[in-house]
């Protein structure tokens, strides 16, 4: 098929002027990086590396590949022929390394169907932008290109000409305006606007412009949104992670399929009909049912692979997406691999175990840190690589202080006293923890990110407040009022009610062990004179602890503040969903003032309200808001750092030396949905 | 009786060990030599230190040490310094604590000489957190064992009490209580446990849990006790001796006391010493699924549970250690029930 | 005879229905519910949930009404014969049971098998030769089963399993089995994937018969009529085996309906460790999640499997030891 090609398209201009205009881009990940890593686990943290866009018309492939599988489904005519199912302009990709080989079945692991995530960041190609493999730079991915208008009001996106869902059917702008007006503007589908499609409170809209642009538009300006739609977010996250579990977000969704379950085009009558012959409730709960791509093999995707086998089963199966929009440079339609096998491992140690065995071929989910001496005696046994992957927050395990504690006065009152948090934060003997607890491979420090994301406030800001001086902690303490001791040498509470003790709540199953790292805490604070209590709570008992207020200090892993406008909740009490620094003072913000409780503290205060106007402000003043926030943040200590930057969460990467195209390092970051920004669609079996 | 008893070897065996083993529950802070807390992670993951027993005459001793992690395996390797010996004194002074709970004293079985003995005494290795395993071993069993003590004894009484009534009274109170037994086995224990578990108020400290545990444990034990008495209860009462005390108008009560009491006591002894190490498989059963004791708490299933992956058994099988006791004193309660059971059999054999 | 079986049959019913009550309040205990779970699944696993979802996600389950009308809302479609739809797993409660149920059913009864098996001749034998060498020998290998904790043991063969014999690790089936539909060699790699539970399990609850059995035999033997039997000149064996064994039976009878639930329980440690796909580590999962649908239907059907087990038992009680009285004391 003769297919000729613009030399010089739109998209490469819109993409310059999308970065001129104040396209995200992080500073590049500078070369001492590498050298401060710490000596431990060196060896096994690569050189950070993945598939490269190719933008240069010059060298786009002229003829497209296939997979065999498929290329025989051609030949039986049960297939269009490649060329007409990638779309005009497909995504090129250089892969890592080689042109890989097409076949093969990838196996993992996974723990249930509530491990979603497993798999969503897998196919996390249906994003509308991406992040690049650094995680520094926003790249096309479903959308070709991206103009934010100079105001901020609107953001345009393009589509690619040509694009076909996974049953062939054309996406186009049409799907756009179905999910904004038939499920977000739904009451019975979308109770409430969501916060990523507003602007201080007021409400986003979005429009087709033509078959393949899309408009989004606010009242005010919104300078973030452009991030918005590159990070995991409610808006930008794509289809397969927002339309899964009951959500009912992502942007678009397959009309022409979805439509069929709707009650504005089959009347509510045979909409209810349908859904009660399915077994469910009412329409609702159907539709929701119809556009989860784990659940339903029939659901139209934009992703490198699709469900064939849903996860509520012994394995979770996805099977090549035919229409993957995504080819290598030398034309050939990705995915390279068949399919992945998920197995069901509903026990951490058999997963590992099996990890450890070798029956995985890929498994950076679930590995835990303190299972790499075991990976590195069994790799060369069983003919496996590890890869450890730093992550960029800046502490795994941090005690978060509740701002809003009111279950007793007078802890309360320390609570919200800096320098009694600040205390507290020197006490603690980092390098014992990392040591302990991250085999020495983290980095001591305080809750800021690590120094080379662009919101970073600085080295000296890891520093301060965050390393051991327990005769400082003790001044700070005698100061503040706290300088009766019993004879065990703790301190005395001021109203008379004999110790001190502080609650610190941990939680039980979490990558890393809470409880130990909170006991030897409690070891480490007995030198300052403080005694906390440590209590282990199921995981959802803590999350109903926290929300109803009751803890005075809990420990959480501070993962996703790297980007801390696209995920605040783990640095700020801005969302009530995770609210460690005071659930009363999440709802007052997330509502605007009308509920809740306002924190006292000016320094909390004047955080919050930096973090509101950050929206409407431009690449460049966002970074110094974001700069700013975390040094209040850092000085004020609300939250206490231990130890971050670490392959804890995600970054144990298990990796059969039978496969190809695998990065030595890849970013581990919340927003690059790791291996997401690895690209998966280039990995490959060597046969 | 005792002679019966003395008879079977393995009882007596059995016995001593137990005895032993409440031995360690009451002088625990005496046989343990390190705070069970104290943690240091240039020390994580020590291997047991060997003991060595001679050095020019009879002079325990252990070697210094020194550790770092591996580079390469990131291991902690340790390597002992021959040069360095660390004499060991049986009743060396120590921290302090207080004898029953009440009694000041600073003694321990073992210490070392010229060193606390937290940094440098390590006989049975350390934890991750570079914890003696030894010291907090001593600890867990105090806990481990209470709370079989505790929970049999519980049982027990809820047990013959209400099994007796069902069996000899028979009738309403029958139907209700086995309708109670029915219901509450009926619900497989792992719910109820976890439900329960779960529901104990937050705010508990570890002691109130702890006894709390102790009474869910022995909230499910019982029934299988009252069942049994029932059983032989129902059996009984038609023995032609009860029924002629019966006849000759003897009491309820007396029946019960003199008759029926001692002939199945011998039952209730063998069901008693298999509950008592159900309720220790229990604790660690409930520890190891997160839902029992949990850490800092230190018994038998919280230090098991720690040693419940892949890393322990591949690089520090010693975290295992809790185990033994656990088996020992399992086998002991075994061996010394099925003496006692043997002793009280009214017929001898 | 009739109006006892019908009393009987009455109470059963009744007990099934406490044990829904009681099934539900303590899936209900523990504090926050399946949508406070979901969020923290979400959130420790890098997903997130935004505060109006946890609004609309509560209604829709209704988990925003009071306990009783989720608890009639669930007796009313348990009567209609509907168990309602897994919250987590998003399928309804029914098929996700139905396809481990059975698994559950074949690694149970192979494991009473191997208890019964193992239990009752050395029971006897040690009954019969107390004191012996052979009685120490066979209660001492029963009693190791007891005391060497089942999860750890469990973890341990795993581990040895790789670690020395390359075996795949843990399940019922093989990688290429799992999806594969029934074939003889499925069934083969099943039976060969199921002596390492079984054994764990089954040898678990050895001691216990074996100490009942062994128990109730002395007591048996001893009895005039035993003596008698045997001052007539049958056979030791033929004595043994004619009567005492049949009373020393009767503990065995009073607990056969329990042994089912009670493998079951013990089998969700084990199948956690082993990874094997029973209902137990569903309904671990199932409390854990707060799924109460999921949940109740299981703890819901280990009892009705009780209380007929118990039915059952008493009734073989009843055969096995004559002298039971139907009727209560008067």
């Known amino acids: 098929m003769d297919r000729t090609r613009r030399r010089v398209t739109r998209r490469e201009i819109l993409q310059d002027a999308a970065l001129a205009a104040g396209g995200f881009a992080l500073a590049g990940l500078a070369p001492e990086v590498w050298a401060q890593t710490p000596k431990l686990g060196a060896n096994l943290i690569g050189r950070l590396e993945g598939p490269e866009l190719v933008r240069d018309p010059a060298k786009w492939p002229k003829r497209f590949g296939e997979a065999p599988m498929l290329a025989e489904l051609v030949k039986q005519g049960k297939l269009p022929p490649v060329e007409q199912r990638v779309p005009q302009e497909p995504l090129i990709l250089k892969p890592v390394r080689e042109i890989g080989r097409y076949g093969g079945t990838l196996r993992r692991g996974f723990t249930g169907p509530g491990d979603s995530e497993n798999g969503n960041r897998w196919v996390s190609a249906d994003k509308l932008l991406f992040w690049d493999y650094t995680g520094n730079k926003v790249m096309p991915s479903v959308a070709q290109g991206w103009l934010l208008s100079e105001d901020g009001k609107s953001v345009t996106i393009y589509l690619r000409k040509g694009m076909k869902w996974s049953d062939g059917q054309p996406f186009t702008a049409d799907d756009f305006v179905f999910w904004y007006q038939d499920i977000y503007l739904n009451k019975d589908l979308v109770p409430t606007p969501n916060a990523d499609f507003m602007i201080n409170g007021k409400s986003g809209s979005l429009r087709k412009g033509s078959d393949t642009t899309v408009v989004f538009e606010f009242p005010e300006p919104n300078y973030l949104f452009l991030d918005i739609l590159a990070g995991s977010t409610s808006m930008g996250g794509g289809q397969a992670l927002w339309q899964m579990e009951g959500r009912t977000m992502g942007a678009y969704t397959p009309a022409h399929y979805v439509r069929q379950f709707h009650p504005k085009y089959i009347g509510k009558d045979e909409a209810d009909r349908k859904a009660k012959a399915a077994g469910f409730d009412g329409w609702v709960a159907y539709i929701k049912n119809r556009w989860d791509w784990r659940l339903n093999p029939d659901l139209p995707v934009l992703t490198p692979w699709k469900t064939v086998t849903p996860i509520n089963n012994p394995s979770w199966v996805m099977e090549r997406n035919p229409y993957f929009y995504e080819v290598d440079t030398a034309g050939n339609q990705l995915p390279y691999i068949d399919r992945i096998v998920m197995t069901l491992a509903e026990n951490l140690e058999v997963l590992n175990l099996r990890a450890i065995a070798g029956q995985y071929d890929l498994q950076e989910r679930h590995t835990g840190m303190a299972k790499i001496p075991v990976f590195l005696e069994n790799r060369d046994r069983v003919g496996y690589d590890l890869h450890l992957d730093p992550a960029l927050n800046g502490s795994d395990a941090t005690l978060h202080t509740n701002q809003a504690y009111s279950g007793d006065p007078e802890i309360a009152k320390w609570l919200q006293t800096a320098d009694f948090r600040r205390a507290l934060s020197m006490g603690i003997d980092r390098d014992q923890l990392n040591e302990t607890f991250w085999l020495g491979i983290g980095v001591p420090g305080s809750i800021a990110p690590a120094e080379t994301v662009p919101y970073s406030p600085g080295p000296e800001w890891r520093k301060k407040w965050a390393t051991l001086d327990v005769a400082q902690a003790n001044s700070f303490l005698d100061k503040i009022g706290l300088s009766k001791k019993d004879a065990e040498g703790y301190r005395l509470r001021t109203d008379g009610k004999g110790r001190l003790r502080l609650e610190l709540m941990t939680a039980a199953g979490t990558f890393i062990p809470q409880t130990q790292i909170g006991e030897m805490i409690k070891e480490q604070w007995k030198k300052i004179g403080i005694l906390a209590d440590v209590k282990e709570h199921e995981r959802s008992l803590f999350i109903t602890r926290v929300r109803s207020n009751e803890h005075q200090i809990d420990m959480w892993a501070n993962d996703g503040s790297e980007v801390l406008f696209l995920f605040p909740r783990h640095a700020l009490p801005v969302d009530p969903v995770e609210a460690n620094l005071g659930y009363p003072i999440a709802v007052w913000y997330a509502s605007a003032g009308t509920q809740g409780k306002a924190p006292k503290d000016p320094e909390l205060l004047k955080a919050l309200e930096l973090f509101r106007t950050a929206n409407g402000k431009k690449v460049q003043e966002r970074y110094k808001v974001a700069q700013e926030i975390w040094k209040i943040l850092v000085d004020q200590v609300y939250s206490i750092g231990t130890v971050g930057q670490s392959p804890a969460t995600m970054g144990v990467r298990v990796v059969s030396r039978k496969m190809g195209n695998i990065p030595e390092r890849q970013i581990n970051a919340q927003h690059c949905r790791t291996p997401g920004s690895s690209q998966p669609s280039t990995f490959f079996f060597k046969g | ?349 | 005879m009739l109006a006892y079986l019908a009393r009987r049959l009455a109470l059963a019913v009744l007990t099934i229905w406490a044990i829904t009550v009681l099934s539900f309040v303590i899936i209900k205990l523990p504090p926050g519910d399946y949508i406070t779970s979901y969020i923290a699944q979400m959130s420790a696993s890098g997903g997130f949930v935004s505060e109006a979802e946890v609004q609309a996600l509560r209604r829709e389950y209704g988990l925003d009404q009071p306990g009783y009308v989720q608890y009639l809302r669930w007796m009313t479609m348990v009567l209609h014969g509907r168990f309602g739809v897994a919250l987590e797993w998003k399928r309804p409660v029914s098929e996700v049971i139905g396809d481990r149920l059975w698994l559950t059913m074949v690694v149970s009864v192979a494991a009473i098998v191997v208890t019964w098996a193992l239990a009752m001749p050395i029971g006897i034998y040690s009954a019969v030769r107390q004191y012996s060498t052979g009685d120490y020998v066979a209660t001492f290998v029963g009693f190791i089963g007891l005391a060497v904790p089942s999860f750890m043991l469990a973890l341990i063969l795993l581990y040895l399993g790789f670690k020395y014999f390359n075996a795949s690790i843990g399940g019922l089936f093989s990688d290429r089995y799992a999806e594969a539909p029934w074939t003889l060699a499925k069934v083969w790699d099943l039976a060969r994937h199921l002596p390492l539970p079984t054994l764990i399990l089954g040898f678990a609850g050895t001691a216990q018969l074996v100490r009942i059995m062994r128990a109730n035999l002395l007591d048996e033997l001893g009895k005039p009529y035993v003596v008698t039997a045997r001052a007539r000149g049958l056979s030791e064996w033929r004595v043994i085996l004619k009567y005492p064994v049949r009373v020393a039976l009767n503990p065995f009878a009073s607990t056969i309906g329990y042994l089912l639930p009670y493998i079951v329980s013990g089998s969700i440690i084990v199948s956690l460790v082993l990874g094997l796909p029973t209902v137990g580590p569903l309904l671990l999962r199932a409390l854990i999640a707060q799924d109460m649908f999921l949940a109740g239907t299981i703890v819901l059907l280990l009892g009705v499997l009780t209380v007929v087990g118990t039915f059952l038992s008493d009734l073989l009680l009843l055969w096995i030891d004559p002298r039971i009285r139907l009727e209560g004391k008067q």
């Open chain 2, 1 to 349: 009786m005792w002679w019966r008893f003395r008879r079977h070897k393995l009882a007596m065996v059995g016995s001593v060990v137990v005895l032993l083993f409440y031995g360690v529950v009451l002088f625990a802070d005496f046989f343990a030599y390190a705070a069970p807390t104290a943690s240091e992670a240039q020390r994580s993951l020590l291997p047991p230190q060997p003991l060595h027993w001679l050095d020019g005459g009879f002079r325990p001793h252990v070697y210094g040490f020194s550790g770092r992690r591996d580079p390469v395996t990131l291991k902690r390797v340790y390597t002992p310094d021959p040069a360095k010996k660390i004499p060991v004194r049986f009743f060396a002074r120590g921290f302090e604590y207080r004898l029953l709970g009440l009694i000041p004293a600073d003694r321990h079985l073992v210490g070392v000489e010229g060193a606390a003995a937290e940094e440098t005494l390590f006989l049975l290795g350390t934890d991750e957190q570079g914890r003696d395993l030894w010291s907090r071993l001593m600890y867990g069993t105090r806990t481990s064992l209470t709370i079989g003590l505790l929970g049999v004894t519980i049982s027990l009484v809820l047990g013959v009490l209400l099994g007796g009534v069902s069996g000899f009274c028979g009738g309403g109170f029958d139907t209700v209580i086995q309708r109670v037994i029915e219901i509450l086995r009926s619900i497989p224990t792992i719910p109820l446990w976890l439900g329960l578990a779960a529901a104990l108020p937050s705010s508990w400290t570890v002691g109130q849990v702890y006894f709390a545990i102790t009474l869910i444990i022995s909230l499910i034990g019982w029934t299988e006790l009252a069942r049994v008495v029932r059983g032989r209860f129902l059996s009984l009462r038609e023995e032609e001796f009860v029924m002629a005390a019966e006849l000759a108008g003897s009491s309820q009560a007396r029946i019960i006391l003199t008759h029926l009491v001692p002939s199945f006591s011998s039952h209730i002894i063998a069901a008693t010493t298999l509950a008592l190490p159900a309720m220790i498989i229990s604790e660690t059963s409930l520890s190891f699924l997160g839902l029992g004791l949990r850490p800092p708490a230190v018994s038998w299933g919280v230090l098991l549970q720690q040693a419940q992956n892949v890393q322990a058994l591949a690089i520090s099988p010693w975290l295992l250690t809790p185990a033994i006791p656990v088996i020992v004193v399992i086998l002991a309660f075994n061996f010394m029930g099925d003496g006692l059971r043997d002793a009280a059999d009214p017929y001898g054999h």
